[in-house]
């Protein structure tokens, strides 16, 4: 049974691969600042393998006490390291405030970087040949009005994913980022009509991208079959054009 952190458990994509994971037997350390029903549901239906812990990934400063002393101890075997949580603070540039701008690199990227470390630290403590997956956007490659703040995260993301692929391949260690296309989450969910028919005209599917599809590739490549990919950017994302 493999040790897989998960951020943003408590809803959208981040419950979906809780899910998976869960289904393939293993066990998900799960991260989010809500106990949603959606988290009371993996506690009833998996008590010995799904742990959650309420934290704000803004408070980079905690993230060694809460989630790595608190939670998982250095005890736990880390296989695994699912970077989900985000939050988008869209905007167009000529509207850029700094607050939001540090709120937002603080979870998406600052936590993340930090995470990365003590998941890195654990697994070389085991000599775990473990799997590193951070969910970007296709954002970052295509480009959206309003989303340049949000994508620019993502891209950081991508750097750091190539690099520790890198730096730590020479112990097993792979890391990879998922391209997400546009999903209908919570995240996305202020957004017209319209302004989706838009976006899904620039996908070769023509439609939005299933979470569940994002997901399942997820799991993937945190099993034994894919320990020969890293670095890479994988696409899930309808064939977005
Ligand atoms: N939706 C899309 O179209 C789309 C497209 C491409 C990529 N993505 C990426 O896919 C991933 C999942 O997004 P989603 O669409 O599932 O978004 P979502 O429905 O808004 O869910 C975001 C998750 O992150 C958690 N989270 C947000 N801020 C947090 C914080 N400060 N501390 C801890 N947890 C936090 C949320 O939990 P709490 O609110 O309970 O804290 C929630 O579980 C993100 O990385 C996103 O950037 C999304």
Request: charge should be positive; proline fraction near 2%.
């Amino acid at each position: 049974m493999k040790n897989i952190l998960v951020t943003g458990v408590s809803k959208g994509l981040g419950f979906e691969i809780a899910q998976v994971i869960l289904e393939s037997d293993n066990c998900v350390w799960g991260v989010s600042r809500t106990r949603t029903g959606n988290i009371e549901k993996l506690l009833n239906k998996y008590p010995n393998s799904f742990k959650w812990k309420e934290f704000d990934l803004k408070n980079v400063q905690k993230t060694n006490d809460e989630l790595f002393k608190n939670f998982i101890n250095f005890d736990i075997k880390l296989h695994g390291y699912v970077n989900n949580a985000a939050l988008a603070y869209d905007d167009i540039i000529s509207n850029l405030q700094l607050e939001p701008l540090e709120i937002m690199y603080k979870v998406n990227v600052f936590s993340p970087m930090m995470i990365t470390k003590y998941v890195i630290r654990n697994m070389l403590l085991h000599r775990i040949k473990g799997s590193i997956i951070h969910i970007s956007s296709i954002s970052v490659h295509t480009g959206y009005k309003g989303l340049a703040m949000y994508a620019s995260t993502k891209g950081a993301l991508e750097a750091f994913s190539k690099n520790t692929a890198r730096e730590w391949g020479i112990r097993g260690i792979c890391s990879n980022c998922i391209v997400a296309g546009f999903m209908e989450t919570a995240m996305s969910s202020s957004l017209t009509q319209e302004q989706k028919n838009r976006i899904f005209n620039r996908t070769s599917l023509k439609k939005a991208t299933n979470p569940k599809s994002v997901a399942e590739t997820v799991n993937f490549l945190l099993t034994d079959k894919a320990t020969s990919i890293t670095g890479q950017n994988i696409f899930v994302d309808s064939g977005t054009i």
